[in-house]
Protein backbone atom coordinates (compact mmCIF):
# COMPACT_ATOMS: atom_id res chain seq x y z
CA UNK A 1 0.00 0.00 0.00
CA UNK A 2 0.97 3.79 -0.84
CA UNK A 3 1.29 5.85 2.19
CA UNK A 4 1.22 9.70 1.32
CA UNK A 5 3.36 11.98 3.93
CA UNK A 6 0.98 14.37 5.82
CA UNK A 7 0.87 17.63 4.16
CA UNK A 8 1.86 15.70 1.31
CA UNK A 9 -0.57 16.46 -1.58
CA UNK A 10 -2.98 13.74 -1.95
CA UNK A 11 -2.85 12.92 1.71
CA UNK A 12 -6.12 12.92 4.01
CA UNK A 13 -7.01 16.39 4.91
CA UNK A 14 -7.35 16.08 9.07
CA UNK A 15 -9.84 18.38 10.91
CA UNK A 16 -8.66 20.36 13.72
CA UNK A 17 -11.02 21.64 16.26
CA UNK A 18 -10.50 25.37 16.83
CA UNK A 19 -9.39 26.64 20.64
CA UNK A 20 -10.33 30.52 21.60
CA UNK A 21 -7.64 31.84 23.96
CA UNK A 22 -7.11 35.68 24.85
CA UNK A 23 -3.55 37.59 24.27
CA UNK A 24 -3.35 40.49 25.95
CA UNK A 25 -7.10 40.74 26.10
CA UNK A 26 -7.20 40.46 22.40
CA UNK A 27 -9.63 37.25 21.63
CA UNK A 28 -7.62 34.42 19.19
CA UNK A 29 -8.18 31.18 17.84
CA UNK A 30 -5.79 28.76 16.58
CA UNK A 31 -6.50 25.05 15.39
CA UNK A 32 -6.06 22.93 18.48
CA UNK A 33 -2.64 21.71 19.68
CA UNK A 34 -0.55 25.06 18.70
CA UNK A 35 1.50 26.50 20.98
CA UNK A 36 1.00 30.09 22.79
CA UNK A 37 3.70 31.04 20.51
CA UNK A 38 2.18 30.27 16.71
CA UNK A 39 -1.28 31.73 18.25
CA UNK A 40 1.17 34.88 19.45
CA UNK A 41 2.60 35.34 15.83
CA UNK A 42 -0.93 34.76 14.25
CA UNK A 43 -2.07 38.03 15.69
CA UNK A 44 1.22 39.61 15.51
CA UNK A 45 2.56 39.40 18.84
CA UNK A 46 6.35 38.95 18.60
CA UNK A 47 7.72 36.67 21.65
CA UNK A 48 11.43 36.66 21.39
CA UNK A 49 12.75 33.08 21.36
CA UNK A 50 16.17 31.59 21.50
CA UNK A 51 16.54 28.01 21.54
CA UNK A 52 13.26 27.61 19.58
CA UNK A 53 12.66 26.61 15.50
CA UNK A 54 10.10 25.27 14.00
CA UNK A 55 11.59 22.40 12.44
CA UNK A 56 12.86 21.19 16.53
CA UNK A 57 10.78 19.55 19.11
CA UNK A 58 11.40 22.54 21.69
CA UNK A 59 13.44 21.89 24.59
CA UNK A 60 12.72 24.59 26.91
CA UNK A 61 16.16 25.67 28.66
CA UNK A 62 16.82 29.44 26.91
CA UNK A 63 13.48 30.42 29.03
CA UNK A 64 13.61 34.34 26.81
CA UNK A 65 10.05 33.05 25.66
CA UNK A 66 7.54 33.35 29.05
CA UNK A 67 4.54 34.55 28.96
CA UNK A 68 2.14 34.72 32.13
CA UNK A 69 -0.93 32.30 32.14
CA UNK A 70 -4.13 33.31 34.24
CA UNK A 71 -4.15 30.44 36.94
CA UNK A 72 -0.43 29.33 36.84
CA UNK A 73 1.69 29.97 39.11
CA UNK A 74 4.97 29.63 37.57
CA UNK A 75 5.89 31.74 34.05
CA UNK A 76 5.75 29.28 31.13
CA UNK A 77 7.52 28.60 27.97
CA UNK A 78 5.37 30.18 25.20
CA UNK A 79 7.41 27.66 22.20
CA UNK A 80 6.14 24.31 23.65
CA UNK A 81 3.06 25.15 25.83
CA UNK A 82 -0.09 24.32 23.71
CA UNK A 83 -3.33 26.56 24.02
CA UNK A 84 -6.34 25.02 25.36
CA UNK A 85 -9.68 27.25 25.61
CA UNK A 86 -10.59 29.94 27.49
CA UNK A 87 -6.62 30.65 28.46
CA UNK A 88 -5.71 34.47 28.97
CA UNK A 89 -2.33 34.78 28.45
CA UNK A 90 -0.19 37.77 29.10
CA UNK A 91 2.84 38.62 26.85
CA UNK A 92 4.07 41.92 28.23
CA UNK A 93 3.40 41.86 31.95
CA UNK A 94 6.04 43.53 34.75
CA UNK A 95 6.63 39.87 35.56
CA UNK A 96 7.11 38.77 32.05
CA UNK A 97 9.41 41.83 31.56
CA UNK A 98 11.50 41.22 34.60
CA UNK A 99 12.09 37.45 33.72
CA UNK A 100 13.48 37.96 29.90
CA UNK A 101 15.50 41.34 31.02
CA UNK A 102 17.46 38.56 33.36
CA UNK A 103 17.62 36.13 30.72
CA UNK A 104 19.29 38.17 28.24
CA UNK A 105 21.46 39.97 31.18
CA UNK A 106 22.64 36.59 32.30
CA UNK A 107 23.45 35.36 28.76
CA UNK A 108 25.05 38.62 27.37
CA UNK A 109 27.16 39.21 30.84
CA UNK A 110 28.73 35.52 30.02
CA UNK A 111 28.12 35.06 26.21
CA UNK A 112 30.02 37.41 23.24
CA UNK A 113 26.75 38.15 21.40
CA UNK A 114 28.68 40.37 19.06
CA UNK A 115 26.76 38.11 16.07
CA UNK A 116 23.83 36.81 17.19
CA UNK A 117 21.69 39.47 15.01
CA UNK A 118 19.51 43.09 15.74
CA UNK A 119 16.89 41.17 17.62
CA UNK A 120 19.24 40.36 20.08
CA UNK A 121 20.26 43.83 20.57
CA UNK A 122 17.02 44.96 20.24
CA UNK A 123 15.69 42.91 23.04
CA UNK A 124 18.37 43.55 25.34
CA UNK A 125 17.60 47.41 24.53
CA UNK A 126 13.41 46.41 25.27
CA UNK A 127 13.70 44.55 28.31
CA UNK A 128 16.54 47.13 29.73
CA UNK A 129 18.84 44.28 30.42
CA UNK A 130 22.23 45.51 31.88
CA UNK A 131 24.92 42.90 31.52
CA UNK A 132 27.54 45.44 31.97
CA UNK A 133 26.23 45.45 36.07
CA UNK A 134 27.86 42.27 36.57
CA UNK A 135 31.49 43.63 35.94
CA UNK A 136 34.30 43.12 33.54
CA UNK A 137 34.19 40.16 32.11
CA UNK A 138 36.64 37.33 34.03
CA UNK A 139 39.79 36.36 32.48
CA UNK A 140 38.80 33.05 29.86
CA UNK A 141 39.18 29.59 31.13
CA UNK A 142 40.50 26.07 29.99
CA UNK A 143 36.60 25.25 29.55
CA UNK A 144 37.06 21.90 28.13
CA UNK A 145 39.85 21.03 30.70
CA UNK A 146 36.77 21.97 33.36
CA UNK A 147 35.95 18.97 35.49
CA UNK A 148 32.43 18.13 36.59
CA UNK A 149 32.01 19.39 40.35
CA UNK A 150 35.68 21.37 40.19
CA UNK A 151 34.05 25.10 39.08
CA UNK A 152 36.62 27.63 40.06
CA UNK A 153 35.14 30.48 41.75
CA UNK A 154 35.83 34.19 39.45
CA UNK A 155 37.61 36.80 41.02
CA UNK A 156 35.66 39.19 42.72
CA UNK A 157 33.43 42.03 41.02
CA UNK A 158 34.27 40.26 37.36
CA UNK A 159 31.78 38.57 35.10
CA UNK A 160 32.15 34.59 34.51
CA UNK A 161 32.10 34.02 30.83
CA UNK A 162 32.13 31.22 28.56
CA UNK A 163 35.04 32.83 26.63
CA UNK A 164 37.44 30.12 25.25
CA UNK A 165 39.70 30.03 21.99
CA UNK A 166 37.89 29.56 18.78
CA UNK A 167 37.97 26.25 17.70
CA UNK A 168 39.36 25.67 13.65
CA UNK A 169 40.45 22.46 13.21
CA UNK A 170 39.02 21.57 9.53
CA UNK A 171 38.11 23.85 6.40
CA UNK A 172 34.63 23.80 6.29
CA UNK A 173 33.60 26.03 9.85
CA UNK A 174 34.74 27.18 13.00
CA UNK A 175 33.40 26.57 16.59
CA UNK A 176 33.47 29.41 18.58
CA UNK A 177 32.24 28.42 22.14
CA UNK A 178 32.35 31.82 23.45
CA UNK A 179 29.11 32.60 21.80
CA UNK A 180 27.59 29.47 23.03
CA UNK A 181 24.21 29.78 24.48
CA UNK A 182 23.71 26.42 25.17
CA UNK A 183 20.79 25.99 23.21
CA UNK A 184 20.94 22.74 22.62
CA UNK A 185 19.84 23.21 18.65
CA UNK A 186 23.21 21.70 17.37
CA UNK A 187 22.91 18.95 19.77
CA UNK A 188 19.44 18.08 18.21
CA UNK A 189 20.44 18.81 14.19
CA UNK A 190 23.26 16.68 14.65
CA UNK A 191 21.16 13.79 16.34
CA UNK A 192 17.98 12.17 16.24
CA UNK A 193 15.83 15.48 14.70
CA UNK A 194 17.84 15.55 11.65
CA UNK A 195 21.78 14.33 10.70
CA UNK A 196 21.37 11.11 13.27
CA UNK A 197 25.43 11.24 13.78
CA UNK A 198 25.62 12.41 17.22
CA UNK A 199 28.70 13.65 16.41
CA UNK A 200 28.32 17.02 19.27
CA UNK A 201 26.45 16.35 23.18
CA UNK A 202 27.03 18.65 25.82
CA UNK A 203 29.74 17.68 28.07
CA UNK A 204 30.70 19.05 31.90
CA UNK A 205 27.75 20.41 34.28
CA UNK A 206 26.38 23.85 35.75
CA UNK A 207 28.44 26.67 34.35
CA UNK A 208 31.58 24.04 32.76
CA UNK A 209 28.54 22.71 30.62
CA UNK A 210 29.62 23.07 26.88
CA UNK A 211 29.39 21.65 23.58
CA UNK A 212 31.81 19.12 22.75
CA UNK A 213 32.43 16.42 20.29
CA UNK A 214 32.99 12.70 22.17
CA UNK A 215 36.43 13.06 24.38
CA UNK A 216 36.32 16.66 22.62
CA UNK A 217 38.44 15.26 19.97
CA UNK A 218 39.06 17.64 17.10
CA UNK A 219 36.17 17.67 14.15
CA UNK A 220 38.03 15.39 11.54
CA UNK A 221 38.69 13.21 14.47
CA UNK A 222 35.12 12.85 15.62
CA UNK A 223 31.77 10.91 13.89
CA UNK A 224 30.95 14.40 12.32
CA UNK A 225 29.97 14.39 8.30
CA UNK A 226 30.27 18.10 7.85
CA UNK A 227 26.72 18.44 6.58
CA UNK A 228 26.71 21.93 8.23
CA UNK A 229 23.07 21.68 9.67
CA UNK A 230 24.66 22.68 13.01
CA UNK A 231 25.50 26.02 11.76
CA UNK A 232 21.88 26.35 9.79
CA UNK A 233 20.02 26.55 13.39
CA UNK A 234 23.20 28.29 15.63
CA UNK A 235 21.16 31.38 16.49
CA UNK A 236 24.48 33.27 17.81
CA UNK A 237 27.15 32.67 15.12
CA UNK A 238 29.11 30.55 17.57
CA UNK A 239 29.01 27.70 14.39
CA UNK A 240 30.39 29.71 11.62
CA UNK A 241 31.38 28.87 7.84
CA UNK A 242 35.40 29.50 7.55
CA UNK A 243 34.75 31.99 4.52
CA UNK A 244 31.95 33.65 6.61
CA UNK A 245 34.55 34.27 9.74
CA UNK A 246 37.67 34.77 8.08
CA UNK A 247 35.74 38.48 6.35
CA UNK A 248 34.53 39.20 9.41
CA UNK A 249 38.01 38.90 10.91
CA UNK A 250 39.03 41.35 7.92
CA UNK A 251 36.28 43.96 8.96
CA UNK A 252 34.67 42.90 4.82
CA UNK A 253 31.84 40.75 5.94
CA UNK A 254 28.71 42.99 4.74
CA UNK A 255 25.23 41.57 4.43
CA UNK A 256 24.24 44.74 2.81
CA UNK A 257 26.46 43.87 -0.37
CA UNK A 258 25.10 40.35 -0.17
CA UNK A 259 22.69 39.04 -2.71
CA UNK A 260 20.58 35.58 -2.03
CA UNK A 261 19.52 33.40 -4.72
CA UNK A 262 17.33 30.21 -4.46
CA UNK A 263 18.67 27.73 -6.54
CA UNK A 264 18.51 23.42 -6.65
CA UNK A 265 21.54 21.73 -5.21
CA UNK A 266 23.36 19.91 -8.25
CA UNK A 267 24.85 16.81 -7.00
CA UNK A 268 22.34 14.57 -6.51
CA UNK A 269 18.59 13.58 -7.61
CA UNK A 270 16.78 14.74 -4.50
CA UNK A 271 16.47 17.78 -5.14
CA UNK A 272 17.21 19.83 -2.10
CA UNK A 273 16.71 23.69 -2.41
CA UNK A 274 20.18 25.94 -1.91
CA UNK A 275 20.04 29.36 -1.09
CA UNK A 276 23.68 30.89 -2.24
CA UNK A 277 24.35 34.12 -0.39
CA UNK A 278 27.16 36.13 -3.03
CA UNK A 279 29.22 38.84 -1.79
CA UNK A 280 31.42 40.75 -4.36
CA UNK A 281 30.48 37.69 -7.26
CA UNK A 282 31.84 35.23 -4.26
CA UNK A 283 29.45 32.49 -2.70
CA UNK A 284 30.43 33.43 1.15
CA UNK A 285 28.08 30.64 2.71
CA UNK A 286 24.97 28.07 2.05
CA UNK A 287 21.51 28.22 3.62
CA UNK A 288 18.56 26.03 2.87
CA UNK A 289 15.10 27.50 3.44
CA UNK A 290 13.43 25.75 6.91
CA UNK A 291 10.13 25.51 4.31
CA UNK A 292 11.42 23.43 1.95
CA UNK A 293 9.34 20.16 2.23
CA UNK A 294 12.49 17.34 1.81
CA UNK A 295 15.29 18.87 3.28
CA UNK A 296 13.39 21.63 5.97
CA UNK A 297 16.68 23.40 5.99
CA UNK A 298 19.12 20.28 6.13
CA UNK A 299 21.72 19.55 3.33
CA UNK A 300 24.67 17.25 3.32
CA UNK A 301 28.58 18.27 3.09
CA UNK A 302 28.10 18.49 -0.87
CA UNK A 303 25.45 20.84 -0.83
CA UNK A 304 26.41 22.80 1.99
CA UNK A 305 30.05 23.08 1.28
CA UNK A 306 30.23 21.49 -2.50
CA UNK A 307 30.44 25.19 -3.97
CA UNK A 308 34.38 26.11 -4.38
CA UNK A 309 33.90 24.59 -7.87
CA UNK A 310 32.12 27.58 -9.20
CA UNK A 311 34.69 29.57 -8.50
CA UNK A 312 36.95 27.27 -10.27
CA UNK A 313 35.07 27.07 -13.15
CA UNK A 314 35.91 31.08 -13.27
CA UNK A 315 39.06 29.56 -14.35
CA UNK A 316 40.72 30.68 -11.10
CA UNK A 317 40.58 34.09 -11.96
CA UNK A 318 39.91 34.90 -8.42
S1 LIG B 1 28.46 19.28 10.64
FE1 LIG B 1 26.75 17.79 10.78
S2 LIG B 1 27.68 15.95 11.57
FE2 LIG B 1 29.14 17.60 11.98
S3 LIG B 1 28.69 18.30 14.07
FE3 LIG B 1 27.49 19.57 12.65
S4 LIG B 1 25.49 18.53 12.47
FE4 LIG B 1 26.94 17.06 13.34
S1 LIG C 1 26.87 26.14 19.34
FE1 LIG C 1 25.11 27.41 18.67
S2 LIG C 1 23.46 25.91 18.29
FE2 LIG C 1 25.02 24.87 19.52
S3 LIG C 1 24.31 25.12 21.64
FE3 LIG C 1 25.77 26.77 21.20
S4 LIG C 1 24.49 28.50 20.54
FE4 LIG C 1 23.22 26.67 20.42
S1 LIG D 1 12.53 29.88 23.04
FE1 LIG D 1 11.16 29.02 24.48
S2 LIG D 1 12.45 28.26 26.05
FE2 LIG D 1 13.85 29.01 24.53
Not at 50 to 79: D, H, K, M, Q, W
Amino acid sequence: MTTVAPGAPGAPVTLRRQVELTIDGQAVTVPEGSTILEACRSIGTEVPTLCYLETLTPVNVCRVCVVEVEGSRTLVPACSRPVSGGMEVRTDSERVRTSRRMVLELLASSVDLSTAGGDVDRWIETYGARPERHGPPALSTERDRARAGEHEPVAVGTAATVSQAVKRDNDQYVRDYSKCILCYKCVEACGEEAQDTFAIAVAGRGFDARISTEMDVPLPDSACVYCGNCIAVCPTGALMFVTEHDLRARGEWDEGRQQVTRTVCPYCGVGCNLELHVQDDRIVKVTSPLDHDVTRGNLCVKGRFGFEFAEALDGGSR
